[in-house]
């Protein structure tokens, strides 16, 4: 508000300095005009004294002047219409002395309404000094004109300034308003009530704010509704091997038993306690797929880890009728943990194994594609339904839950393997068909080195 204020005087003053300059402008060409005018009929008398120089300006009705005073070439009066008794005395105003050095003069000055404008101009003959013409005016109506100017200025300047007040005083006390709507949702999100909406309305930057804000409890909700969820889900997974063990060893406790079905029960306590370590440690792998911590990559090729992966899950395999081909000749460099790329490939395949149909195939692929190197795991199993694709990466999802429970799994294996995949710049993609088999297909960035120690060279 005082920006704007220091703005407005400023204007104020610079509109009443402009008015002045265009007065002193018309006036200065105004008075010397005169002057000349003066001065060319003047300069044409052959004998200057008072009473040529009295008959001729009497003749010339547009001087109209208050003062008029014309000297000879060493600054003796020779006329003055305003005060006859002047002739034959020196005349020193500054005006005069300058125009005898064969200039034009013109001052002016405003002082309480009146404009006082005074001009001087050479007389000359053949190009000889014979004198210099002086004239003064007080002109009241014009500067009443100024004053008047200026009055007008400085009240719309005021009028200006109280709309400015007016306005900021609005806005300052709309904007206050706005935001403490911002702060009192700020604090109901605060509180955990992520439905709260920020309802603003409008297209200004606080509304673009309260835009973000609604978004921003969007995501908190779903992470909420998420984070529930997956409670609610490990809860349950883990709540049936807990119970089948707490079942076993009441059974134990209260039942005389004989010692070989005493190792039968120690032995499905055992089976029961294997898989909650199996669950713990894959929601170890997926709390750490998930997080955003960097990796400290380096570019290998996928071709040892598989074969790794195949020779650590071939007895399984075998034991299950199912036989593994691999084709690894398209192996290309990709940048990853070996760790990662293990964990993917063993998820994968450990999958194609355990939901596939006894004397099938798991066809394990590595390849060029492009810019991409493609791993590719298909199976010849029972397919998946169409209706269960879009869900088979979520946290404890079981196409098949009781066939699921039996082969030891627990629903976190795939959405791991896309936590890994994302994390380290992937794409994973699934197709499959019931009856037929399923196919995985991974993407990652293809890094040739070669290449590119070759470019660098």
């Known amino acids: 508000m005082t920006v704007t204020f220091g703005v ?33 009929e003047l300069s044409s008398l052959e ?28 600054g003796q009066a020779i006329y003055d219409s305003w005060a006859p008794n002047t002739a034959g005395k020196y005349v020193l105003f500054p005006e005069v002395v300058e125009a005898l050095g064969c200039n034009d003069v013109f001052t002016w000055r405003y002082h309480d309404g009146v404009m006082h ?26 500067g009443s004109l100024i004053r008047s100017l200026q009055a007008n200025i400085l009240t719309i300047t005021v009028v200006l300034e109280l709309v400015v007040i007016l306005f900021s005083l609005f806005f300052a006390r709309a904007f206050s308003t706005r935001m403490r709507r911002i702060m009192a949702s700020m604090r109901i999100i605060q509180e955990g009530d992520y439905t709260h909406k920020v309802n603003l309305g409008g297209h200004d930057e606080l509304s673009i704010l309260g835009s973000e804000i609604n978004d921003l409890t969007d995501r908190l909700q779903t992470s909420e509704a998420k984070r529930r969820q997956f409670v609610s ?15 076993l060893t009441d059974s134990i406790l209260q039942n005389e038993m004989d010692q070989p079905t005493v190792m039968e029960f120690v032995e499905d306590i055992g089976k029961e306690a294997d898989r909650l370590n199996r669950m713990s440690q894959k929601l170890l792998s997926l709390s750490k797929a998930e997080s955003q911590e960097e990796n400290e990559s380096e570019i290998i090729r996928m071709a040892p880890t598989a074969e790794r992966v195949v020779r650590m899950l071939t007895g399984i ?48 692929t590595l390849q060029r594609d ?38 030891g799994g627990s629903g976190l294996g795939l959405s791991i393997v896309r936590g890994i995949v994302e994390r380290n710049n992937g794409t994973i993609l699934v197709e499959s068909a019931l009856g ?20 660098a060279t």
Do not use: W
């Open 370 to 407: 492009e810019d991409n190197a493609m791993l590719k795991v298909t199976d010849t199993g029972v397919g998946i339904p169409t209706e269960s694709i879009g869900h088979i990466f979520e946290r404890f999802y079981r196409v098949d839950k009781a066939r699921s429970r039996k082969s």
């Open 233 to 247: 889900d490990a809860s349950h997974e883990l709540k049936t091997p807990l119970a089948s063990i707490k079942l």
């Open 47 to 74: 004998v200057i004294n008072r009473e040529n120089v009295s008959e001729t300006i009497s003749g010339m009705e547009s001087l109209r002047v208050t003062r008029l005073i014309v000297t000879d070439q060493a």
């Open 317 to 364: 395999a075998e034991k299950s009728q199912i036989r593994i081909e691999t084709d690894l000749s398209g192996d290309c460099p990709v940048l990853i943990q070996e760790d990662d790329l293990y964990q993917i490939i063993f998820n994968l395949v450990e999958n194609g194994i355990k939901y596939n149909t006894p004397g099938g195939t798991l066809t394990l």
């Open 117 to 142: 404008s005074q001009a001087a101009v050479p007389m000359m003959y053949y190009g000889t000094l014979t004198g210099c013409v002086y004239m003064m005016e007080y002109d009241a109506q014009q």
């Open 8 to 40: 407005l005087l400023f204007l104020n003053i610079y509109c009443s300095q402009t008015s002045q300059q265009i007065f002193y402008q018309s006036k200065e060409a105004s008075m010397i005009e005169k002057c000349q005018l003066a001065a060319s």
């Open 436 to 455: 037929q088999g399923t196919t995985f297909t991974v993407y990652f960035p293809a890094f040739d080195t070669e290449e590119t120690e070759e470019s």
